[in-house]
């Protein structure tokens, strides 16, 4: 848990890529395996992808499988999301927080926007 600060987000077309970033602080990377969450508007923010504290194992949803790919280099505290073929439904504010988080965590940042054109 700490301070994050998500980057990285943008208007793309349909089929186009970003890398999202998470700059953390605090304790979020010394004690908690992270995810990358999202929530479009009138829906429920929902994690897309976790990776445990090593990097070693990594957990997607099945509606980003095979398109997003989540990363972490704790050396430098940072969290990834690199993004590919990225369709509509993927329009949505992304955010970073420790895997697992709810709605009513304390810690989230302010997210990055995510829009993607048809």
């Known amino acids: 848990q700490g301070h994050v600060v998500e980057s990285g987000g943008g208007l793309v077309q349909a089929g186009g890529s970003l890398r999202l970033s998470c700059a953390a602080s605090g304790r979020t990377f010394s004690s908690y395996a992270m995810g990358w969450f999202r929530q479009a508007p009138g829906k429920e923010r929902r994690e897309v992808a976790a990776?445990?504290?090593?990097?070693?194992?990594?957990y997607y949803d099945e509606s980003v499988k095979g398109r997003f790919t989540i990363s972490r280099d704790n050396a430098k505290s940072m969290l990834y999301l690199q993004m590919n073929s990225l369709k509509p439904e993927d329009t949505a504010v992304y955010y970073c927080?420790?895997?697992?988080?709810?709605?009513?965590?304390?810690?989230w940042g302010q997210g990055t926007q995510v829009t993607v054109s048809s």
């Open positions: 990776i445990s504290w090593s990097g070693s194992n990594a």
């Open positions: 927080a420790p895997q697992g988080a709810t709605p009513d965590y304390t810690y």
